[in-house]
């Protein structure tokens, strides 16, 4: 890159607005991991986040680099799948890691097959930092 490109200005501030707004939506996703009690709950922000935040960067970057070089840049869209399949994917191997772990030491946690148990099963009695069980305690965890 020799010389200094230059984008319309339409294309500067739909490029920022995206940017912001791709970033604004992944720190929602870590207020959300960062405000939420149990492992269950802190997990569907930043999986949020990640997925809704990438759209937006993905689009910015797709019209950015659209604009500067001669064609269209379709290269992002492979990362923009490559994410939206694996997110999704990690986030439900780690709920149910956490589900059989929590099953294993005993923990009030929904049954496969919709018993009895999953009726009153919350997420607050499974505070990861504070295990509690069914009877040990009926209010939920202390907050962070």
């Known amino acids: 890159m020799t010389g200094e490109m230059m984008l319309p200005l339409w294309a500067e501030i739909t490029v920022s607005l995206l940017l912001v707004a791709g970033g604004l939506l992944t720190l929602a996703g870590c207020l959300g991991l960062w405000r939420f009690h149990s492992f269950y709950q802190r997990m569907h922000g930043p999986t949020l986040g990640a997925t809704m935040g990438m759209v937006f960067v993905v689009l910015a970057s797709m019209l950015y680099f659209t604009m500067t070089d001669e064609g269209p840049a379709l290269h992002e869209v492979l990362i923009a799948v490559f994410l939206a399949l694996t997110v999704p994917a990690t986030t439900l191997m780690l709920a149910r890691a956490a589900l059989y772990r929590h ?42």
Do not use: I
């Open 103 to 144: 099953r294993r030491a005993g923990k009030d946690v929904p049954l496969p097959d919709g018993e009895t148990t999953a009726a009153r099963f919350r997420t607050d009695t499974l505070d990861d930092e504070h295990y509690y069980s069914a009877d040990e305690k009926k209010s939920p965890p202390p907050a962070p």
